[in-house]
């Protein structure tokens, strides 16, 4: 950056008068007393000690001059620019390297496509880009990073940018800030900070990441200030309105005319109030010395950083006042996240008071299918006590029955055999013939007893057959039916009852049980 050191010094005259102004209405505005105006001068002082540094270093860059046709330039920190013929070469529709032609990408900055571009694009982190929109980027909003990926930039990457410009676009008329200066006075600014975002002395070192993006915003603002601070090659420094520069649909900027503007609205004011001398009164400045000049210079430049100062102050407020909207949304999302997760716990201990609820109704069902077990069961062990006792009952009558027989038998065998001896006892007058044909007689008799007697138990036999058909007859008949096997049964009193079912034998009550 080419540093004009001989600019008209009434020109720095009247920035000094005009912020000289700007300072008292200030001052009037904020009521500041003695201590806090010597404060503030204690703080600006600050910044006009680290801007005579990078003054310094600025002398030292030698100005450019105008490039040969087919010769190249050295420039004090090693940049190389090129002969302007390179580009016509470049252009030329001659050359059959146009490779950037087939790509298919857009510039993330101008958006247009990559193949429209007339010169080879730049390649930044392997991506490629407008080099000229890329530079005015940079260079503009003091942003030395990758538009997309926001990789920093290197020293290296500038240069490389800037001899990518210069050999492809050129710098024009007014020459320009090269992205390389840019970056270096970014570097060189010392942001000095303050505890709570405020007015107290102290370096910005630590606080953790939002301190740290902080102090890289007031970073960037200063070193945009100062750059436009000391970039005289404006062709109208004093020019009404913002002025700028517009190529390819990009405009650029100059915010230094800006600054100049408010300035002049703020000696105006002044001098309408009657607070400031007119501009042309004796208390104008008359024509310097060239001593005078380069110490009129300085000292212009010194009282011009209050702006700078300014904007610092004014970049840490709206810093401040983010952090404090951020830490506003950081309480506003915590308190949404807390409401949301109380919401959740709620839902939890629904779910947990349902599933509670189902199991609870499970147990219960388990507990009456249980309880509908345990009563079948208690009903057979019934049904079965039941069936041994009429099964007891039964076989206690036969007994009976067949031991009253059996005594009807021996009684009467007794009792015949009795007669029978009694009969045999011989008598005296039967002769032997006789007693042969008694004999006979009584074994005959014996004989005649049985048939009759086998007859008398085929007629009980034949009743009881009789019987059984009779019954079978009437048990057809009968509208009551077993549920196994679908035979009639006389009464509801002769049925065997299990699980409310009706059957007409044992055997069918376990078979008709095992099928339910």
């Not at 840019?182 to 370096?203: N, Q, T, Y």
């Amino acid at each position: 950056m080419e540093v004009c050191l001989n600019s008209d010094a009434r020109l720095l005259a009247k920035i000094k008068e005009m912020e000289t102004v700007r300072i008292k209405i200030t001052r009037d505005m904020y009521k500041l007393n003695a201590r806090q105006l010597a404060y503030l001068r204690g703080e600006t002082q600050n910044l006009v000690e680290s801007c005579d540094t990078i003054i310094d270093k600025l002398k030292d860059c030698e100005p450019l001059g105008k490039v040969d046709e087919g010769e190249e330039q050295v420039r004090g920190d090693g940049l190389r620019i090129l002969d302007k013929n390179d580009k016509k070469k470049s252009n030329s529709p001659n050359n059959k390297e146009m490779w950037w032609k087939n790509c298919d990408d857009e510039d993330p900055i101008t958006l247009e496509p990559i193949a429209d571009l007339a010169v080879p694009p730049f390649m930044l982190h392997s991506l490629p880009f407008d080099s000229k929109a890329l530079s005015a980027y940079c260079v503009a909003r003091s942003m030395f990073q990758n538009p997309l990926t926001r990789t920093p930039m290197t020293f290296a990457d500038c240069q490389a940018l800037d001899v990518h410009v210069e050999q492809h676009h050129g710098r024009g008329e007014g020459g320009g800030v090269k992205v390389s200066e840019a970056f270096r006075l970014h570097e060189s600014i010392r942001v000095k900070g303050s505890e709570g975002g405020g007015g107290g002395e102290g370096d910005v070192t630590g606080g953790g990441e939002a301190v740290a993006r902080r102090q890289e915003e007031i970073r960037r603002v200063a070193a945009g200030a100062l750059q436009n601070l000391f970039n005289y090659r404006m062709q109208a420094w004093g020019a009404r309105g913002t002025q700028g520069s517009s190529d390819d649909g990009l405009v650029m900027i100059d915010d230094s005319l800006v600054v100049a503007e408010a300035a002049d609205r703020w000696a105006e004011s002044a001098r309408l109030q009657g607070e400031a001398p007119e501009p042309g009164s004796k208390t104008a400045f008359p024509d310097l010395s060239e001593e005078a000049s380069e110490k009129g210079i300085r000292q212009g430049q010194r009282e011009t950083h209050l702006d700078v100062r300014g904007v610092v102050e004014r970049a840490a407020e709206e810093k401040r006042r983010e952090e404090e909207e951020e830490r506003e949304r950081k309480i506003i999302l915590e308190e949404r996240e807390r409401v949301e997760r109380l919401e959740r716990g709620k839902e939890r201990e629904m779910v947990k008071e349902y599933h509670k609820e189902r199991i609870r109704r499970e147990k219960e069902e388990d507990e009456r299918k249980k309880a509908v077990v345990v009563e079948a069961r208690e009903e057979i062990e019934r049904w079965r006590r039941n069936i041994f006792a009429k099964a007891v009952m039964m076989e206690e009558r036969v007994e009976e029955r067949v031991e009253e027989r059996v005594a009807n038998v021996k009684v009467k065998e007794v009792v015949e055999e009795a007669v029978e001896e009694v009969k045999e006892i011989p008598t005296p007058s039967l002769t032997k013939e006789e007693r042969d044909k008694l004999k006979k007689a009584r074994k005959k008799a014996k004989e005649k007893e049985k048939i009759k007697e086998k007859k008398k138990l085929e007629r009980e036999r034949k009743e009881k057959e009789e019987a059984r058909k009779k019954e079978e007859e009437e048990k057809m008949k009968s509208g009551i039916k077993c549920d196994c096997c679908g035979c009639g049964i006389l009464t509801k009193e002769d049925a065997f009852n299990r699980d409310g079912g009706l059957f007409c034998t044992t055997k069918c009550a376990r078979e008709g049980g095992n099928k339910k």
